[in-house]
């Protein structure tokens, strides 16, 4: 079992920068597989990032690459999403995910956090 719990969310300017941070429960999170997606308002909820963790090899959606970067601590149970050069278009709820299986899709993840509101202003 995992319980996840995301921060780090909040209002911020165009252009500006963001760290969200998750931080999950119990001894398997050093073997599964993290992710981070987002719903937008009146949209579907839409892959971010994930980050494996054997060789730490990640994967981003086109719209965030170059500016978002996925991360882990194993040894404090954490993934971050580091935000650069935020957009308007970036404005949702961001969730973290775990599960086994390296995927964009969301059915292969099991866990899911309450999510984090991230609201950039124009």
């Known amino acids: 079992q995992v319980q996840l719990v995301e921060s780090g969310g909040g209002l911020v300017q165009a252009g500006s920068s963001l760290r969200l941070s998750c931080v999950a429960s119990?001894?398997?999170?050093?073997?599964?597989?993290m992710g981070w997606f987002r719903r937008a308002p009146g949209k579907e909820r839409e892959f971010v990032a994930y980050i494996i963790s054997g060789d730490g090899r990640t994967d981003y959606a086109d719209s965030v690459k170059g500016r978002f970067t996925i991360s882990r601590d194993n040894a404090k149970n954490t993934v971050y999403l580091q935000m650069n050069s935020l957009k308007s278009e970036d404005t949702a709820v961001y969730y973290c995910?775990?599960?086994?299986?390296?995927?964009?899709?969301?059915?292969?993840?099991?866990?899911w956090g309450q999510g984090t509101q991230v609201t950039v202003s124009s």
């Open positions: 995910a775990a599960g086994w299986t390296s995927s964009r899709l969301q059915v292969y993840y099991n866990y």
């Open positions: 119990g001894r398997t999170f050093s073997s599964v597989v």
